[in-house]
Nanobody, 123 residues
Framework: QVQLVESGGGSVQAGGSLRLSCAASGYTDRIYCMGWFRQAPGKEREGVGY???????MYADSVKGRFTISQDNAKSTLFLQMNSLKPEDTAMYYC?????????????????WGQGTQVTVSS
């Protein structure tokens, strides 16, 4: 099992920045992909981006150039640096992990999920 705990959410004005963290514990050596997802009220959960164990990253078009995913050397903490935030970025943000070697932005690909952290961007 892998446990994931997000932190760092909060409220910020448009144009501001936030940095989310996701602490992973358990059988983290089995994880190949870790991703960030978000879900706004009344909307489906969508992929924000992911990072592989080899530090390859992929982002959704809506956040490219504004968000950056990284992880520490021990692969035990995942980060999401969010810059130039927009009101439409308001959502609950989740980190997720999967041992499969096919990474994607699709939520169904991921086996382990955190409880989420709220991000609210005001105009």
């Amino acid at each position: 099992q892998v446990q994931l705990v997000e932190s760092g959410g909060g409220s910020v004005q448009a144009g501001g920045s936030l940095r989310l963290s996701c602490a992973a514990s358990g059988y983290t050596d089995r994880i190949y992909c870790m991703g960030w997802f978000r879900q706004a009220p009344g909307k489906e959960r969508e992929g924000v981006g992911y990072i592989t164990t080899y530090d390859t990253t992929m982002y959704a078009d809506s956040v490219k150039g504004r968000f950056t995913i990284s992880q520490d050397n021990a692969k035990s903490t995942l980060f999401l640096q969010m810059n130039s935030l927009k009101p439409e970025d308001t959502a609950m943000y989740y980190c997720a992990a999967t041992p499969t070697t096919y990474c994607s932005l699709g939520p169904s690909q991921y086996n382990y999920w955190g409880q989420g952290t709220q991000v609210t961007v005001s105009s």
